[in-house]
């Protein structure tokens, strides 16, 4: 699933109209303490160091991007069957397009999840995300994105509300802080059965707060901990701090 605590896609912004658009490529490199997945910290996605990736290409307003992880288990061993090293990993695809207005930058995005080895578990989610810089230091952004089918983790209609604040402090150092929450829809193919029965359809999903400091123009150190809430099935997440360093290109 999408970057939900820990993966963060950079959109790189875009000359002014009258400028012919170009290429542009960024990525980034990161290695975090462990992989969460929008605050199910009882159960992360890594439980491990995990090594994460992300390329994006942009051209105007649209863009396509990749993201990956190591996880610390495979789909197919989750459903009965013998898995490999080479499972042991998420792949997230995704089309979008940025837009900015006089007070507020739009992105409006496609993302499909695959995990190597799964039955059930190619899932495609479409989101938006908007932001506005609120001072020189202050950007306020919030999302919302909802799955279009049912998945072995989801069921069609499962929707995600984020909202995030960050603050710059001085020239190396930012702080931020994200509150997120969501629908969870209780019919769907594999409802009682892979997914489990749910049990709580408006659901707080996690808090956090952070820091992140820049060692050097490219290289950032990250700390942020995270506030457990609730799952699907109603379990209260534990309380966990999350640590990373990315180099970003």
């Known amino acids: 699933m999408i970057a939900g605590c820990t993966a963060v896609y950079s959109f790189p912004s875009h000359a002014a109209e009258d400028t012919p658009p170009a290429w542009d490529v960024s990525g980034n490199v990161s290695m975090v303490s462990k992989y969460v997945s929008r605050g199910l910290t009882n159960a992360p996605e890594d439980d491990d160091l995990a090594i994460q990736a992300g390329l994006t290409l942009a051209y105007g307003n649209f863009y396509v991007g990749y993201w990956g992880s190591t996880l610390g288990y495979s789909y197919a061993e989750v459903q009965g069957r013998k898995g490999h090293s080479s499972d042991k990993f998420e792949h997230d695809f995704l089309v979008g397009y940025t837009y900015s207005s006089e007070n507020y930058d ?6 499909t999840y695959y995990y190597p080895g799964g039955k059930h578990t190619t899932g495609n989610e479409l989101g938006l995300n908007v932001s506005r ?15 279009l089918y049912d998945v072995a ?7 995600y509300y984020t909202l ?7 020239e190396k150092l930012s702080a931020n802080a994200t509150a997120t929450g969501s629908y969870f829809h209780d019919q769907g193919k594999h409802e009682g059965e892979e997914l489990g029965d749910t ?14 400091y820049a060692l050097l123009p490219q290289l950032n150190l990250s700390g942020d901990y995270i506030f457990g809430g609730y799952n699907r099935y109603d379990q209260k997440q534990r309380d966990l701090a999350v640590f990373g360093l990315s180099y970003n290109f």
């Open 106 to 111: 739009w992105n409006f995005w496609d993302a």
């Open 133 to 147: 810089a609120l001072n020189d230091q202050t950007t306020l952004t919030a999302g919302i994105s909802t799955y």
């Open 153 to 159: 983790y989801a069921n069609q209609g499962d929707t």
């Open 164 to 170: 995030n604040m960050s603050y710059q402090l001085n």
């Open 199 to 212: 049990t709580r359809q408006h659901a707080f999903r996690y808090a956090s707060a952070g820091l992140n």
